[in-house]
């Protein structure tokens, strides 16, 4: 629970937000693009279209890259560290270790893209492919998640939202009435 003194407020009082409108929508739309290519891949890839294939899994992997340096370009423009406050441990956290999933995607595209230069990807032999191209979409989804949850909440929904006096009072009540019994009993 934080302190009172702050405002029980989520983000903290003082905390300077990222603007959602920015850097976080643009790499987010680079994500979904990259996912638009692999699709587009896929979908080259059942037809036999093997050059598309691999034009496409390119664009994947340079979109994921870039996607990448956006995140750690926002890093550098942040007003706020992981210490600062609950919300920017989350932050860092959270987007960290999403930016290192999409790293681990990005590894297992690669592998897929040195199979299918050295045309060793067949439409009867594409299991990593399938394996790389479901990890990729779940990695595009959860972002979604993240950035309504860290980028789009803050600024919208719970920016106004605080925490009832009596529910703060309440908690130190029971907490401490807690606290008491527990001590009585050891």
């Not at 890259?65 to 600062?84: A, G, H, R, V």
């Amino acid at each position: 629970m934080p302190p009172t003194r702050i405002g029980v407020k989520w983000p903290s009082v003082g905390l300077e937000k990222p603007n959602f409108l920015r850097i976080p929508l643009y790499a987010t739309l680079v994500l979904v693009f990259s996912s638009f290519c692999l699709w587009r891949a896929k979908k080259a890839f059942l037809a036999n279209r093997f050059n598309d294939f691999i034009f496409h899994l390119e664009q994947t992997i340079l979109a994921g890259f870039y996607f990448l340096i956006i995140q750690l370009d926002e890093y550098t423009s942040l007003k706020f560290n992981f210490s600062d406050s609950v919300y920017g441990s989350l932050f860092y956290f959270t987007t960290g270790a999403h930016g290192l999933h999409v790293f681990i995607g990005l590894v297992l595209l690669f592998i897929c893209w040195i199979r299918a230069k050295k045309r060793l990807i067949k439409v009867d032999h594409q299991l990593g492919f399938i394996i790389a191209l479901g990890y990729w979409k779940f990695v595009d989804r959860v972002w979604i998640c993240v950035y309504l949850f860290f980028y789009c909440n803050p600024h919208k929904w719970i920016q106004t939202q605080t925490w009832p006096t009596e529910f703060v009072n309440e908690y130190i009540f029971y907490k401490t009435l807690f606290s008491n019994l527990i001590a009585k009993i050891v």
